[in-house]
């Protein structure tokens, strides 16, 4: 009995090490993985439902959350939270899938085709003027008249020379902002004691004021068959407020006197020079002949 008691136990003791190990393994394997989850940090990632148009406003179905682990640091991945990106446009086109974050995405109307970053130098500024405000351009003419040229225009930038003073500004133009501004600059040179100067809003919550400036008739012309203006702004009767304007001004018209003229001698001969003459530009249409 004793010795069947004996060869019955021994399958069991080995059972009872086998199981032992076992454990004694995945406490190992387990322990292993508490130490390797330790190493990685974990973050919730906004990605994409869909692909998306750079301008496109995005709307809460557009995101998902998607949670990841790496062994970088992923706190700056989890500084902002999804209704940071709500509302917000994208700087450009994106597929779906893709990872989304604060600095590809802007708040505000989308940005057209045709915007590009410009900076004005010839106007005058108001001293209390910031960054990120918003402004009207406006010229103001000698006998009083003053017209809106370009409105509720984002201040991104104002650039000073080595003492602090401010040498430019730095805007956004559509191309027919671009092209009426030039066409004020024109003025500026034109009529005497005429500027253009910007003018701050109260609050980002102000709607922007309606443009009025009535260009000069070349410049409106180039409005018209402009390829890069997708949707023209033109003012009633425009172009006969610009006439009621030249004639307004022409009092206060510079007359500019090209002193480099040289006087006509009535008596001497057509085609004959006179001494001291310049000698005519030449204009080389091809390469020289060989010798």
């Known amino acids: 009995m004793a010795a069947g008691a004996i060869l019955a136990g021994i399958p069991l003791a080995g059972m009872f090490v ?12 387990l322990s292993y993985y508490e130490q390797l989850h330790e190493q990685y940090s974990y973050a919730s990632l906004f990605v994409l439902t869909r692909d998306v148009t750079a301008g496109e406003e995005l709307i809460a179905d557009m995101i998902r959350v ?9 706190s700056v991945v989890q500084s902002f939270t999804k209704e940071d990106l709500l509302g917000k446009r994208l700087k450009v086109s994106l597929t ?9 995405v802007y708040e505000g109307a989308p940005v057209a085709d045709d915007e590009r970053r ?38 991104y930038r104002m650039i000073r020379d080595d003492e602090g003073e401010v040498l430019a500004l730095q805007l956004r133009f559509s191309e027919e902002e671009l092209l009426r501004y030039q066409a004020a600059c024109v003025d500026t040179k034109t009529y005497e004691d005429t500027r253009l100067y910007a003018v701050q809003y109260t609050g980002e919550f102000q709607p ?62 057509v085609g004959e020079e006179s001494d001291g003459a310049k000698e005519p530009l030449t204009l080389y249409t091809g390469l020289p002949e060989e010798s």
């Open 18 to 29: 086998l199981e032992r190990q076992r454990a004694q393994q995945t406490a190992e394997s």
């Open 118 to 155: 410009v900076e004005l130098r010839e106007i005058y500024l108001p001293q209390t003027l910031r960054e990120n405000e918003f402004v009207d351009i406006r010229i103001a003419f000698p006998n009083g008249e003053d017209y809106l040229v370009a409105g509720r225009k984002r201040v």
């Open 66 to 74: 998607q949670r990841v682990q790496s062994s970088e640091n992923l």
């Open 208 to 269: 922007a004021a309606q443009v009025y400036y009535p260009v000069n008739r070349a410049v409106f012309r180039l409005l018209q068959w402009d390829p890069n203006i997708s949707e023209l702004f033109v003012v009633e009767e425009e172009q006969e407020r610009r006439a009621l304007l030249e004639t307004e001004l022409e009092p206060y018209l510079l007359v500019e006197t090209d002193q480099s003229e040289e006087t006509v001698d009535p008596d001497r001969p």
């Open 96 to 104: 779906k899938g893709a990872v989304l974050s604060t600095d590809i």
